[in-house]
């Protein structure tokens, strides 16, 4: 069996299983015998199972990626698109507060990519406090409205949201995005 089928075995069975209990109460032994794998065929892949649940996210922002560009605002809608059809199981995720949560690989991730389009907006290998605390902060905003927006606490269709995070994004930070799209 390739990796990729392999990772996509472990991510439908998580998936299933957290239809009926928090992220908290899977095991990967648990994982492992309703797959019939031993293991270390789990861990050959992926470290535990935040790590499982942050390659299923990737996933989905892959398949946003391959509709549109990244750094634009429908990149943002189709990757909020596909969080919603598969919110029951994200808002299950988002519950977990663990050292390796998703919440926490979500936001390194937010953060990394703002500082990466900053970088390469302003042509530099460091950003400066004010740009650093910027790409920060606005990685902590969007990722906080993302996860109220799973859990219902903000009412918004996929497009609005995005709408609404370029809306708020800081200048600098909208031009390095607005650069990077073209």
């Known amino acids: 069996m390739a990796a990729r089928d392999t990772k996509r075995m472990f991510a439908d069975e998580l998936e299933a299983m957290m239809a009926t209990m928090p992220l908290s109460k899977v095991r990967v032994a648990e994982l492992c015998v309703r797959r019939g794998v031993e293991r270390r065929v789990f861990y050959y892949h992926f470290k535990d199972k935040y790590d499982l649940v942050a390659w299923m ?90 996860i109220d927006w799973l859990r219902g606490a903000l009412a918004a269709t996929p497009h609005q949201l995005a709408a609404s995070m370029f809306a708020c994004m800081p200048q600098t930070l909208c031009a390095a995005y607005d650069a990077l799209a073209k």
């Not at 926490?104 to 042509?123: C, D, M, T």
């Open 57 to 146: 996210f990737e996933q989905d922002r892959a398949a946003a990626a391959a509709t549109c560009g990244p750094y634009t605002q429908e990149f943002y809608a189709e990757a909020h698109r596909l969080l919603w059809e598969r919110r029951d199981f994200y808002r299950r995720a988002f519950e977990e507060d663990e050292q390796n949560s998703i919440e926490r690989y979500l936001l390194q991730f937010s953060v990394e990519a703002n500082e990466l389009a900053l970088k390469r907006y302003l042509g530099t290998a460091r950003l400066a406090h004010e740009y650093a605390f910027e790409a920060r902060h606005f990685a902590h905003g969007n990722v906080g409205c993302v």
